[in-house]
């Protein structure tokens, strides 16, 4: 059973870090030239959604499934401790993170509020067109395991027909 629900598992993971995604291109975008933030903690500090060892964790992942499945076959299959301490254990999750970045883009206007005594104002450095770009891709991503969902629950009720 724990194979039936490997694909909505995946495409929920897939879902989880393209929702990540959206939502740190919409605050930079809402924030591009946000030059103090609501603590006064200077200028707004970009948002980028990093995979956390990507690889490795969908390595894990699958010698876990397969791992656990050797408990349906034989007993003696779980005789090693390392083996035993991952059933039961099935917290998959996004594996990636937000990070704040340190990039500012500086612009002389001395008549702005939050200037520096040379008249300089920081800002936070974006490419909006990049960040738009990130948006629609992430959205599509995330329209793309809708449709993996959708083709996995179509594959089902079929299976249930026959």
Not at 136 to 150: K, L
């Amino acid at each position: 059973m724990d194979r039936l629900f490997t694909t909505f598992r995946t495409a929920s993971d897939g879902m989880s870090h393209q929702r990540q995604i959206v939502q740190a291109s919409s605050e930079n975008i809402a924030n591009v030239n946000t030059t103090r933030t609501a603590d006064g903690g200077g200028p707004y500090r970009p948002k980028i959604v990093e995979s956390i060892q990507g690889d490795r964790r969908e390595f894990q992942r699958m010698l876990q499934e397969s791992l656990l499945d050797l408990r349906h076959t034989r007993d003696e299959h779980l005789e090693s401790p390392d083996i035993r301490h991952l059933e039961g254990s099935q917290n998959f999750g996004p594996n990636s993170e937000v990070i704040e970045q340190e990039k500012f883009r500086y612009e002389y206007d001395p008549e702005h509020p939050d200037a520096d005594e040379n008249g300089m104002v920081r800002y936070p450095d974006l490419d909006l067109a990049e960040e738009m770009t990130r948006l629609i891709s992430a959205n599509r991503m995330y329209e793309a395991n809708m449709a993996a969902v959708q083709a996995e629950k179509e594959i089902i009720t079929r299976s249930f027909e026959i």
